[in-house]
């Protein structure tokens, strides 16, 4: 073994890392950050953290000291270039670090909306923990928010500009929110939970310009000829995983890094993890990007156990959670490819499941304020076991006995 120098510091950097240690390898770490914080917490940044006061160190994943005392060598930088026959990374800083494994943590940055002012200060994104220090120090001057995408994201910063007192309009172009990755059951609930608190969402539409009077954003104008009055503009349509770094490298990419079941690229001494990873996965058939915690934390540790000779295949199964307004939505599983939802729970009660199969297999489950329900799915899964339909929608049936 050697050197292991991860690119990227975020969930998958910052965890391999750790695990590493925690696995007792003992030689040189280099973690290359390109951003000016300690590693921290993604979620929070379109949540708690854009709702409260808390500084910025309330989201790090450990203090610095933690990085000295694990000889976790923290290094401000970016990775320009591989030079992958002499096992080298070039940082555009110009320095160079040599590698027994290299791994591509570098996650994804937002997909931007092409339309002219769409570079004004007005306009934001949410991606890095100075995007949500930029939104949190302007929304109290703003009044009318519009925000464009009504994906996790979006919706989720969509209610706390809601909470926070702002007029607030969201364009979808889809035909309901989430649509990509939640059951129409699941979307219609929130749509009307999200009109209850007073904001406006309107699907089946596109900002087609943004409007704005000497550098301050006036109003967004949408395909359907409407236009709505606007002093901030949100964009969450999505994001493209970095890849780049691979592909000049010569390395097979896709719609992200291709990497096999063991996380490996073509090259044996480079692996990809997280957001920027598209991975052969044989529990579910083909090749797969994922973009949550889980994944990134579960790939890294998956990851450290190989380089510290306990080699198996990545084959953790998905969760992932979104918390809007007052509502925790937590989804086990994949969802995708169902042609069966069953509803566990009443959804007037604002607590509710949809379990989504594919004939009598349970692909998975969306809970909406059922904490419980989440759990369960997620030990079912863990021992790779399923319930029927009709257990599924019977309150009388206790979910516990199948998992005795
Ligand atoms: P990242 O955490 O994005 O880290 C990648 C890092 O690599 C970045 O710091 C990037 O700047 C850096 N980098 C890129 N290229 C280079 C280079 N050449 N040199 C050096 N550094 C480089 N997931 C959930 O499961 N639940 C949630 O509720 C949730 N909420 C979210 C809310 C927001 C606002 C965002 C943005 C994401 C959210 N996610 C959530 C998704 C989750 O945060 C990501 O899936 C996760 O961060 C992926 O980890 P990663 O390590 O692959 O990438």
Redesign the pocket.
């Known amino acids: 073994s050697g050197p292991v120098i991860i690119?990227?510091?975020?969930?998958?950097?910052?965890?391999i890392a750790a695990s590493l240690r925690q696995a007792g390898f003992a030689e040189r770490i280099c973690l290359?950050?390109?951003?000016p914080h300690l590693?921290y917490?993604?979620?929070?940044?379109?949540?708690a953290y854009i709702k409260g006061s808390a500084g910025p160190e309330s989201l790090m994943f450990r203090p610095e000291k933690f990085y000295q005392d694990q000889s976790i060598e923290l290094i401000a930088?970016?990775?320009?270039s591989i030079d992958r026959a002499a096992r080298k990374v070039h940082?555009?800083s110009g320095e160079t670090l040599d590698y027994w494994h290299l791994v591509l943590?570098?996650?994804?940055?937002n997909r931007l909306l092409d339309l002219p002012n769409a570079n004004l200060p007005d306009v934001k994104y949410?991606?890095?923990l100075d995007?949500?220090e930029a939104l949190r120090a302007i929304m109290p001057s703003k009044t009318r928010a519009v925000i464009i995408g009504a994906g996790?994201?979006g919706l989720?910063?969509a209610a706390t500009a809601r909470i926070k007192g702002l007029e607030v309009d969201v364009l979808e172009l889809a035909p309901r929110v989430m649509a990509r990755a939640v059951t129409a059951e699941v979307s219609e609930y929130f749509q009307a939970r999200h009109r209850e608190a007073g904001i406006r969402i309107h699907l089946g539409v596109q900002a087609t310009s943004i409007e704005a009077e000497a550098g301050k954003v006036t109003g967004v104008s949408l395909s359907d000829g409407r236009h709505l009055p606007a002093d901030l503009v949100v964009v969450g349509v999505g994001?493209l995983p970095?890849i780049?770094?691979a592909a000049e490298a010569g390395l097979p990419v896709a719609a992200g890094i291709i990497v096999d079941e063991y996380l490996s690229t073509a090259d044996p001494n480079i692996s990809a993890?997280?957001?920027?990873?598209l991975f052969a996965s044989p529990r579910f058939g083909g090749s797969l990007r994922?973009?949550?915690?889980?994944?990134?934390?579960d790939?890294?540790r998956c990851l450290a156990a190989k380089l510290t000779g306990d080699k198996k295949p990545y084959d953790s199964h998905p969760?992932?959670?979104?918390?809007q307004g007052d509502d925790k939505l937590q989804i086990a599983g994949l969802t995708t490819g169902y042609d069966g939802v069953v509803l566990r729970g009443d959804p007037a009660k604002k607590a509710f499941s949809a379990f989504c199969y594919h004939g009598d297999k349970l692909l998975g489950i969306e809970s909406i304020n059922r904490a419980g329900d989440h759990m369960f799915g997620r030990r079912l899964q863990a021992m790779d076991r399923s319930i029927t339909p009709e257990q599924a929608a019977d309150e009388s049936f206790d979910l516990k006995s199948a998992l005795g």
């Open positions: 690119v990227g510091a975020g969930h998958g950097g910052y965890q290359i950050n390109d951003e590693p917490q993604r979620p929070p940044l379109s949540k930088g970016r990775a320009a940082l555009a943590a570098t996650g994804a940055r949410l991606r890095i995007d949500s996790f994201i989720e910063f994001v970095n780049e770094l993890i997280g957001d920027c990873a994922l973009e949550s915690v889980q994944n990134a934390t790939q890294a969760w992932f959670w979104s918390d």
